[in-house]
């Protein structure tokens, strides 16, 4: 019996794991692959995922194996440069091989204690009053209280669930893989170079990275073959270049759609399976693993027993209009990359329009996930938005948040958390960076109350972290 069942141990299953065993829940995270999938695809890690990996002090890891750049030219890939102003320690963008992320925060998770088994798909579940019975393709029986879905865009859990997934299906496809060439490196420059509807571009001593437009949309259940390839290249290059010898082949389509729930009794969604969009602005890794931040204290306080009766359905009540908002920025970026007369019009436009810092600041920090507020209520403009890492009498302020725990920051020196210290940090510290007097923050760096008077600290203790104990 486990507290938790994880399938999936992508990026957002992994992370998940990591989050729950922070809280000693029992986790199993279940893989249908035997190993991470091999596609050498860079992700880039965006402001807030590279604040949370530095609140869970991960990030000089992960830094080791990533390529920093400006955070600009993202949305849309209109060029420019990075914007004044972001506020953040971590302003700047993070290459790093998707493969390489998945690694490192199953490592994590397994040093904290989650058991992951690859190798065997999850076929079905059943759950009850008790918890969940997942049976897997080899007709192994398991049971768990939760089960989380965190298996990608063809989710079986969702599906399972019978959860509605509406929105646009894929209008186009485009073929990514990475394979050798059968001709020179200057003859690849002549015919590549002049037409921007598909890149050849060095991957390794003889390998390159080809990326083209599909012939058409197809059941992506199967990736595409060489040959698939080399008539696309021949169709809109002239040439197959000798294409031959894929070290890895695949395709991605520009899909976009949410779940209607994203918990339904005991089982929950997360990442790609709970939503779809096409890559544009690269946000669907960032926002599973943001997903799984959100998710993991809560799932873990209902496991232990402190769970306020509302907590868990925050998880739905934040996290999907965050996806209907990333849903939506990648629409509109979708839109500008149209070659249509009247999209080029707008793009130009845009383009003009994101000269003023406070338009590129505003379209990076939609994109990096730093404009989210959640609401928590009526209050000063910090409630509901994340608190950025600041100097605080211990160091830095993220670094007191590594056990996934909430802290209360007091100037004032007289307030409390006593009844939930096993639960809740308290720090005192001058908050000179901060015009406030007391902040609480949750475990994912979410600013759940300001103030100075105890009782009403002690009522908002109470909305998050239940009972006094
Ligand atoms: C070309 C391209 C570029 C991208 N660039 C970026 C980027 O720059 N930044 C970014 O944030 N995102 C990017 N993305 C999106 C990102 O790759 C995905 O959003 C991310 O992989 C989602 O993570 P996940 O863990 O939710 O799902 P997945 O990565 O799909 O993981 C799901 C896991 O579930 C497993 N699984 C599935 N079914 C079962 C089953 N029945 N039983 C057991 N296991 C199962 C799978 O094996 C897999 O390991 C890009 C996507 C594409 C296509």
Not at 62 to 67: A, P
Not at 184 to 195: C, K, L, P
Not at 214 to 219: E, I, K, L, Y
Not at 257 to 262: E, K, Q, S
């Amino acid at each position: 019996m486990f507290d938790v069942i994880i399938v999936g141990c992508g990026p957002t299953g992994a992370m998940l794991a990591a989050e729950l065993r922070l809280h000693d829940v029992r986790v199993l995270v279940l893989d249908k692959e035997t190993e991470p999938l091999s596609f050498v695809r860079i992700v880039s890690l965006h402001m807030r995922s590279l604040e949370l990996m530095a609140m869970r002090g991960l990030l000089d890891r992960i830094l080791k194996h990533g390529r920093q750049r400006p955070v600009g030219g993202i949305f849309a890939a209109i060029n420019k440069p990075a914007p004044h102003g972001l506020d953040s320690a971590h302003a700047y963008l993070l290459g790093i091989p998707q493969p390489v992320i998945v690694q490192l925060l199953e490592e994590h998770a397994i040093a904290l204690g989650a058991q992951v088994r690859r190798g065997i798909p999850v076929a079905s579940f059943e759950q009850d009053d008790e918890g969940v019975t997942v049976e897997l393709a080899d007709g192994e029986r398991l049971r768990s209280r939760y089960l989380v879905g965190c298996d990608g865009a063809r989710s079986i859990v969702r599906k399972m669930l019978g959860v509605g997934f509406p929105g646009e299906p894929s209008r186009t496809e485009t073929l990514m893989g990475e394979m050798e060439v059968g001709v020179s490196q200057e003859e690849i420059a002549e015919v590549s170079g002049v037409d921007r509807r598909f890149w050849l571009r060095p991957a390794g001593v003889g390998i390159y990275s080809v990326v083209i437009p599909a012939a058409g949309v197809s059941d992506r259940a199967e990736p595409p073959t060489i040959e698939d390839f080399q008539q696309q290249l021949r169709t809109i290059a002239g040439t197959d270049f000798g294409v031959h010898s894929p070290r890895w082949l695949s395709r991605f389509g520009d899909a976009t759609r949410l779940a209607d729930r994203y918990r339904v009794g005991r089982v929950l969604l997360a990442g790609d399976a709970a939503h779809i969009h096409p890559p544009a602005g690269g946000q669907g890794l960032n926002l599973g693993v943001q997903d799984a931040v959100n998710l993991g204290w809560k799932l873990a306080a209902q496991v232990r027993g402190w769970a306020p009766e509302t907590l868990l359905d925050t998880y739905h009540a934040e996290r999907h209009p965050v996806a209907a908002a990333v849903l939506d920025n990648t629409r509109a970026q979708m839109e500008l990359s149209s070659t249509e007369p009247g999209a080029q019009a707008l793009r130009r436009l845009l383009t003009e329009l994101m000269d003023f810092n406070e338009v590129n600041r505003y379209l990076i920090e939609k994109i990096t996930a730093m404009d989210i507020r959640y609401d928590f209520g009526v209050g000063s403009d910090l409630l509901g938005r994340r608190l950025r890492d600041l100097d605080v009498r211990q160091g830095r302020l993220y670094d007191l948040l590594h056990r996934g725990r909430g802290l209360l920051l007091d100037s004032t020196e007289r307030l409390t958390v006593s009844g939930w210290s096993d639960r809740v940090d308290y720090l005192a510290d001058s908050l000179a960076a901060l015009d406030v007097t007391a902040v609480l923050m949750r475990p994912d760096g979410h600013v759940a109350w300001i103030g100075d008077d105890q009782q009403d600290l002690d009522d908002h203790l109470g909305r998050w972290f239940g009972q006094r104990r």
